[in-house]
């Protein structure tokens, strides 16, 4: 599935870090599981009405996922919120819409 609005795949940032390290616990709820290495290598972002964040995790040397995140407007004062993840994952998997 294609991802309409978003831009191309970026290598990773230490803003894009800080939101994968805050939904780090919202992961490990939804999969009752902890990750010791959880490190966003690479991202998309898809401006909505806020901002949805596809981002690429190495958890283990060769274990990846793809984490969706929305941001919403900063009006909203909302947290962030993990709305989606793929696990099994690796390097080479392109991110794309899901």
């Keep these: 599935m294609t991802c309409s609005g ?11 870090q ?3 390290d805050k939904v780090k616990p919202q992961l490990g709820e ?3 599981k902890k990750h ?4 966003a290598v690479e991202f998309k972002r ?6 949805n ?9 060769d274990d990846f996922m793809h984490i969706g995140v929305f ?7 909302k947290p962030l919120a993990l709305h989606s993840y793929q696990t099994n994952k690796t390097k080479h ?3 794309s819409y899901f």
């Design 93 to 95: 998997d392109e991110l």
């Design 53 to 61: 964040y596809f981002i690429k995790v190495q958890v283990e040397d």
């Design 36 to 39: 010791s290495a959880f490190k």
């Design 71 to 77: 941001e919403s407007l900063p009006r909203e004062n």
């Design 46 to 51: 898809q401006l909505v009405a806020g901002i």
């Design 18 to 20: 800080a939101i994968t």
């Design 30 to 32: 939804k999969e009752n």
């Design 6 to 16: 978003c831009f191309s795949t970026r290598p990773t940032t230490a803003e894009v």
